[in-house]
């Protein structure tokens, strides 16, 4: 009997054909991508768990038969982390969704990792708290997703990422064992911070089945400022203002001119006529320190010389700048019939050196550059234009992309600021990190995963043989065993 | 610096390393790794009665002899510092440009190395998160000798693991941390340190109007020996100088209570009770039948107990001094009966330092989920466990 | 009919194949899948609409249309939440109506299943079928014989879907024919012509009377084309397509006959076939342009209403209301805030929103027939929104809702009595209080299990 067959039969004890477990050509082929449709494998089987068990059972079988798996959320993300093994397991956890408990006097919410992000803070509004990591597609990202790639969002510049929301989680590592990382509702687990490690992991450490989360208290007020510039020089000189005078908004993003007529045709969010650049300054907390802030904070963009300046007068006004924003990346399609999004980091203070070099690569290629960015924490998504009819097109709005990355790592910046590595970007981590660098990451890997089973060939270039490790203890301790220590 | 270690829990090293340069200790490990030699990491000595006893010790590394170098993005909020420079000079090197590490100096004269291996929780961590959370880079020496780094300088950063978040916290047993790169923030406009006694039967409303407040303080600490039913409850709330009185204003009216104001710290604020210091992690709304239990169990064995819990992060420390003067065995019936509120309340019961005879005869960590997974990661980092070996959970 | 040859690509065969160039408009980004109710159930990557147009690709690629795929094209219910939730503008429902019509001619359903189709597609799309159904129904709820087939569970036996059609028949009335031409009340504005409609004509009939009594309140002269057929709704929205083209070119001669400024249409799902008859009909060289302009003439009622300027006195109603879109009103013709604005306008309306209001009830033209347990879970799931608003009233304005929330809401043991919003619009205009209402409504309703 073949692995494959195996395989199956073992996984037929544990799902019923059709509805857990898929195995017609067609159906199998609606998981050959995630949100980065250009990167595609058809996987041999795809299972949909909705409990912890049958994500234990199924690793286990992989375990056992080596056969690779790969963890899908609702398959959104933007690196091909959730790429298929061709001859390997999709184990889909979006019907694996369940809200366990919102424990709103402990500040904190016990979910299933297929359970949508907004979900989340919908069902914590009675609570008047809520879920902060809020990346553009939080209305239907998984937070099982979130936490395979440390998502963040146009707010982590205040709140953080989804590694700073997360304190414990249960997780089916690769040989099939049910554990438990962190500390369940409270923080500080002894031991290795393991939690920490698995974290943007990109799902090569295990897949995460009940998750535990912090749930912020809603701000007492949120006040967003719009403003127009005639350059991202001027617009990034009041981004320096506003943060070295020490006031911390919850987030400030960037829009260049191409970027705004893209959003204006496709959502009419009335940004300021004519403006080259636009400015998103978003203040939140207490009342007292978001009015006296905003008042800086409009200050320091007329001394850098904004022109139209606007604050949202109500929650309808906000909304509408926000929308004009998150839609940025989908209302491209109305200025070019293909792009790519990229996701990239550079130091702030860089930011004006960075878009004269971005400039002038679109200037020499001819491939336009739109530019969105989160200006607080220098995050650029530089959108790269092009159309796939035209010869040589693809080529070259790729190899811009490319520079683009080229010039982050330059700047000291990263390869990737939310999107992560995943399938995508596995050929940039050799400039942004030496060989020694991964291969003591990989060392976390060969920890977890030995056989290199659990979402194979993601992050890192070239796999590590893991091998045999002198000194490898599994079980007890031989300390504690010959009686040399104890455990209280 | 200070001068090198002569015994560490009674055990004293054959040799000492003093490593002036990377390059140096990179050669030093790799030889001593090459040789099988037990070692232990150690920079100014401040917590060389954390954690469990080492087993031996062959060599010490003195890291407080490698340069100090501090460089400092201010317009990134970003700094890169050396492992062996201290918490207060970062702090007046950042202050001079206006900037802060938000982490409090518990123990005075740390390095940032000692910080990272053993993060300490304090007061700033409720408003601005652990030193694992500002901790966006860390260059490491393995104990091959090996240089490797993770994360960087940009705080946003997604790219390979994070192994910032394993070292922090990983008491020397994994590498030697030589470089860090951490997220700083602005010195608040203006200060305020709101105190009012509360009495310990009032404390769950008080906790859950803290927790629930909009008034977005910067920390909240209850502080007090255990022996009296008040204890103090000190906010403070940092930012605009005009958004603070509004804001303690606004805490006074959803309290209920009206705060005597300084701007300066209480004396207790940034340090760790007692020489014998235990550190309960609770369920935050827990607290009150967390000081209940412990308050009972003070009062059962006669101990005198000094309280600093962090509200709303859910870590408290334990002052308890007596536990040194106590026999081996109430000392364990003591511990054990700590450790068994914790549990009850989400959490676990540490001894973060104490006497050696302590740390021997009873684990400092008790037993931890995942204490396998442990030992393989100890096991790819230090196959020969060299490093400190038997300080860390588990005899890792 | 269309003269381009018949070409063949991949499972797929024209004409009606979908398009290569409507699916490549998908980026694959995923903002749809929670607005799709399959989704929202079974949580499958082929139950959502990312899902299927990769299916629609396969088959286009050659993948065979087997039963596997066919199931999940066939639980779709058509309700366009995706396409308000795409920030692409991907015309999904285009693409699901070709790809239904592929599936009808090329795919050959069980023999029960076919049976089932053959009946319903015999009765709903013709009102002198439907007319004599009706009066079977009537029957049966007066005389007792419904209370003893529900006590007995006499019913058990028979195939699912005729239980459900039984289970979701509303209380009938009685119908009083309506007069081909009605004269304004007032001074008249203009003309305006009424589609009847096969459900809403049969099954509520005050619907239309209200309908009716409101327009001519407002000062316009009412048609109502006697021997109008079934606008093709229906089958257009499974597939049928050639049955669809023939029904829209049957309504459009009937309708041509009067001179009109407005075809107002009071069931969601007609109006928003009734709209799309250009595109229909666009292969059609002798009503492509007819077809068009009969469709930009169509306006759904509250539409139609909340762009005049009001001269009906509105008298007050002291009353709760939870409001529900009807997909094929608020997604498919993007008719959300008329509605919300025609009732906000009577003192004393509270309007309270339906949480999860984007996702479908389970009815979706025939889908709560065909598609049964999917539907009663959506319906369960619908009812439990509605009845958590608390709501004295629930108002919608397709009468397939009607009938599904209706009898999901009683299923939960959470009854609340149901006006489509012209109705609510007619008591307010005709003076009638809410007691007065609230109590006619009760005696309406009577109790559906004959206790």
Redesign the interface.
């Known amino acids: 009997m073949n692995n494959l067959a195996s395989l199956l039969e073992r996984l037929r004890l544990i799902f019923h054909e059709?509805t857990g477990l898929?195995t017609?050509?067609?159906?199998l082929?609606?998981?050959?991508?995630?949100?980065l449709?250009h990167h595609r494998v058809i996987p041999a089987v795809v299972v949909?768990p909705t409990t912890a068990e049958q994500v234990e059972q199924t690793i286990s079988i992989c375990h056992d038969l080596g056969v690779p798996f790969v963890a899908r959320g609702?398959?959104?993300g933007l690196s091909a982390g959730a790429l298929p093994v061709a001859e390997g397991v999709v184990i889909?956890l979006?019907?694996?969704?369940r809200i366990i408990e919102i424990d709103?006097?402990?500040?904190?919410a016990v979910v299933e990792p297929?359970v949508?992000n907004l979900?989340l803070t919908k069902a914590s509004v009675g609570d008047?708290l809520y879920y902060a990591p809020d990346p553009s597609?939080q209305?239907?990202?998984s937070i099982g997703g979130n936490v395979a790639?440390?998502s963040?969002g146009a707010h982590?510049l205040k709140y953080?990422?989804t590694?700073?929301h997360i304190t414990g989680l249960e997780v089916v590592?690769p040989d099939g064992e049910l554990?438990?990382?962190g500390?369940?509702?409270?923080?500080?687990?002894?031991?290795?911070?393991?939690?920490?490690?698995f974290?943007?992991?990109e799902g090569t450490l295990g897949v995460a089945t009940k998750i535990t989360t912090k749930l912020l208290?809603?701000?007492?007020l949120v006040k967003t400022l719009i403003a127009a510039f005639d350059s991202t020089t001027s617009a990034g000189a009041a981004v320096?203002a506003i943060?070295?005078?020490?006031?911390?908004p919850a987030a400030v993003e960037m829009m260049d001119a191409l970027a705004i007529e893209a959003a204006e045709n496709?959502v009419h969010c009335g940004y300021p006529e004519g403006a080259n650049t636009v400015l998103i300054v978003e203040l939140d907390?207490?009342?007292?320190?978001?009015?006296?802030?905003m008042e800086?904070v409009e200050a320091f963009c007329r001394e850098c010389g904004a022109g139209e300046l606007r604050i949202a007068a109500d929650d309808e006004e906000r909304a509408l700048i926000w929308k004009g924003r998150k839609?940025a990346?989908?209302?491209i399609?109305t200025l070019s019939p293909d792009f790519i999004v990229q996701d990239g980091?550079?130091?702030?203070?860089s930011l004006p050196q960075v878009l004269a070099e971005i400039a002038e690569l679109s200037r020499t290629s001819g491939i336009r550059v739109a530019n969105v960015f989160?200006a607080g924490?220098?995050?650029l998504h530089p959108l790269v234009l092009f159309d796939e009819r035209i010869a040589g097109d693809l080529e070259t709005a790729n190899a811009v992309s490319g520079a683009i990355i080229d010039l982050c790592i330059k700047y000291?910046?990263?390869?990737?600021?939310?999107?992560?590595?995943g399938a995508d970007?596995v050929s940039y981590?050799g400039k942004?990190?030496?060989e020694?660098?991964?291969?003591?990451?990989q060392?976390?890997?060969?920890?977890?995963d030995v056989d290199n089973l659990s979402n194979p060939g993601k992050?890192f270039p070239t796999p590590r043989l893991c091998g045999e490790?002198?000194?490898?203890?599994?079980?007890v301790?031989p300390?504690?065993l010959s009686g040399?220590?104890?455990?209280? | 610096m200070p001068s090198p270690i002569a015994t560490i829990d009674g055990a004293t090293p054959r040799a000492t390393a003093t490593p002036s340069s990377v390059d140096e200790l990179r050669t030093t490990l790799q030889e001593a790794s090459h040789s099988g030699k037990q070692l232990l990491l150690a920079g100014h000595h401040t917590k060389m009665d954390w954690g469990?006893p080492p087993?031996s010790v062959d060599v010490a590394i003195e890291l407080g002899a490698l340069p100090c170098e501090i460089e400092h993005?201010?317009?990134?909020?970003?700094v890169r510092a050396t492992a062996s420079v201290t918490l207060e000079e970062l702090q007046r090197e950042l202050s001079t440009r206006?900037q802060r590490l938000c982490v409090d100096t518990l123990i005075p004269s740390s390095t940032l190395g000692g910080l990272v291996a053993t993060?300490p929780?304090g007061p700033l961590r409720y408003g601005y998160?652990?030193i694992?959370?500002l901790l966006i880079g860390v260059g490491a020496v393995?104990v091959d000798g090996?240089?490797?780094?993770?994360g960087?300088?940009?705080?946003?950063?997604?790219?390979?693991?994070?192994?910032a978040?394993?070292y922090?916290?990983?008491y020397g047993t994994?590498a030697a941390v030589t470089e860090v790169f951490l997220r700083l923030?602005?010195?608040?406009?203006e200060s305020q340190y709101l105190t009012v006694a509360v009495p310990i039967d009032n404390l769950g409303p008080v906790v859950?109007a803290l927790?629930?407040?909009?008034?977005?303080p910067s920390a909240i600490e209850l502080h007090g020996p255990l022996g009296e039913r008040t204890l103090t409850l000190s906010v403070l709330i940092e930012?605009?100088a005009?958004?603070?009185?509004?804001?303690q204003a606004?805490l006074e009216r959803a309290l209920g209570l009206s705060f005597a104001t300084s701007t300066s710290a209480p004396d207790w604020w940034s340090s760790l009770p007692g020489s014998t210091t235990l550190?309960v992690?609770?369920?935050?709304?827990?607290l009150p039948q967390l000081v209940q239990g412990l308050y009972e169990i003070a009062d059962r064995h006669q101990i005198h107990t000094e309280l600093k819990d962090s509200i709303?992060?859910?870590?408290c420390h334990l002052g308890i001094d007596a536990l040194a003067t106590l026999t081996l065995e109430s000392a364990?019936q003591v511990?054990?009966e700590i450790r068994m509120l914790a549990t009850a309340l989400?959490?676990?019961a540490?001894i973060l330092r104490a006497p050696v005879a302590l740390r021997t005869a009873?684990?400092p960590?008790?037993?931890?989920?995942?204490?396998?997974?442990?030992?393989?990661?100890?096991?790819?980092?230090d196959?020969?466990?060299l490093l400190a070996r038997?300080r860390?959970?588990?005899?890792? | 009919m269309s003269s381009q040859p018949i070409t063949s690509s991949g499972s797929f065969a024209s004409p009606d194949t979908p398009r290569r160039d409507l699916l490549d408009e998908c980026?694959?980004?995923?903002?749809c899948?929670?607005s799709c109710p399959t989704?929202v159930l079974?949580?499958?990557?082929?139950d959502s609409p990312?899902?299927r147009i990769?299916?629609m690709r396969?088959?286009l690629d050659g993948?065979?249309i087997?039963e596997?795929?066919v199931t999940?094209f066939d639980r779709c219910l058509g309700c366009m939440s995706c396409e308000t939730a795409c920030?692409?503008?991907v015309h999904y429902g285009e693409l699901i109506e070709a790809t239904r019509a592929q599936v009808e001619r090329s795919y050959r359903r069980p023999l029960s299943t076919r049976l089932q189709r053959w009946i319903v597609f015999s009765l709903f799309p013709y009102p002198k079928r439907l007319a004599v159904a009706r009066r079977f129904l009537r029957l049966y709820q007066q005389s007792g014989l419904e209370r003893l087939v529900r006590t007995t569970r006499l019913l058990s036996m028979a195939p699912k879907f005729l239980q459900t059609m039984e289970s979701i028949a509303p209380r009938i009335g009685p119908r009083e024919s309506i007069a081909e031409f009605l004269p304004s009340l007032t001074e008249t504005r203009g003309t305006v012509a009424l589609l009847v409609g096969c459900v809403q004509g049969s099954f509520f009939p005050q619907v239309n009377e209200a309908t009716v009594r409101v327009l001519r309140s407002e000062g316009f002269d009412v048609v109502v084309p006697t021997d109008q057929g079934c606008c093709g709704a229906l089958s257009a929205h499974v597939g049928r397509l050639d049955e669809a083209r023939e029904f829209a070119r049957r309504l459009i001669d009937t309708f041509e006959a009067h001179e009109v400024e407005a075809v107002i249409v009071n069931s969601a799902g007609c109006g928003s076939t009734m709209k799309e008859y250009g595109e229909m009909l666009s292969g059609d060289r002798d009503y492509a342009d007819r077809a068009r302009a009969f469709g930009d003439r169509t306006r759904d009622i509250a539409e139609f209403l909340a762009g005049i300027e009001p001269i009906a006195p509105r008298h007050p109603l002291e009353i709760t209301v939870a409001y529900h879109d009807a997909c094929h009103l608020g997604h498919a013709q993007r008719v959300k805030q008329q509605p919300r604005q025609l009732l906000s306008a009577i003192a004393g309306i509270t309007v309270r929103e339906i949480s999860e209001g984007e996702i479908c009830c389970g009815s979706a033209g025939v889908y709560n027939i065909f598609e049964g347990l999917a539907a009663a879970q959506l319906g369960d799931r619908k009812a439990g929104n509605v009845a958590s608003t608390a709501a004295q009233l629930l108002i919608a304005a397709n009468p397939g809702c009607t009938m599904q929330i209706a009898s999901a809401l009683e299923r939960l043991g959470t009854p609340m009595p149901t006006l489509h919003t012209i109705e609510l619009l007619d008591a307010s205009i005709q003076g009638e209080s809410s007691e007065d209402l609230l109590e006619r409504l009760t005696r309406r309703d009577g109790s559906r299990t004959g206790g």
């Open positions: 059709g898929l017609d050509p067609a159906m082929r609606t998981f050959e991508c995630d949100g449709a949909l609702n398959g959104t889909s979006s019907r694996f969704r709103a006097p402990n500040m904190r297929g949508i979900d008047d597609s209305q239907v990202c790639e440390n963040g982590c953080g990422f590694t700073h590592t554990i438990s990382l500390a369940g509702k409270c923080v500080d687990a002894p031991g290795y911070d393991l939690l920490g490690a974290i943007g992991s208290k809603r701000p007492e320096s943060i070295a005078s020490g006031i911390l496709a907390g207490p009342e007292g320190e978001v009015l006296a802030g800086r839609s990346f989908a209302a399609g980091v550079i130091p702030r203070t989160h924490d220098g995050n000291g910046g990263s390869i990737t600021g939310e999107h992560g590595v970007k981590m942004m990190f030496t020694a660098d991964l291969d003591t990451m060392m976390v890997r060969c920890a977890f992050i490790v002198p000194g490898r203890h599994h079980g301790h300390l504690v040399e220590a104890e455990l209280f | 469990r087993e993005w201010a317009d990134d909020l970003v206006g993060a929780s998160g652990a694992r959370d393995r090996t240089l490797t780094r993770s960087g300088r940009v705080v946003k950063n997604v790219a390979g693991y994070d192994l978040k394993l922090t916290g990983s994994l923030h602005a010195l608040p406009e859950a927790t629930h407040s909009t008034v977005a930012g605009l005009k958004g603070v009185p509004i804001r606004g550190k992690t609770h369920e935050v709304a827990s709303g992060i859910g870590v364990g511990l054990g989400g959490g676990s540490i009873m684990d960590f008790g037993s931890i989920p995942a204490l396998d997974l442990m030992r393989r990661v100890k096991a790819q980092f196959p020969q466990q038997g860390f959970v588990g005899g890792i | 980026v694959h980004c995923g903002f899948l929670p989704f079974y949580g499958e990557e082929m990312r899902g990769y299916l396969a088959a993948a065979p087997n596997e795929m999940h920030p692409s503008g």
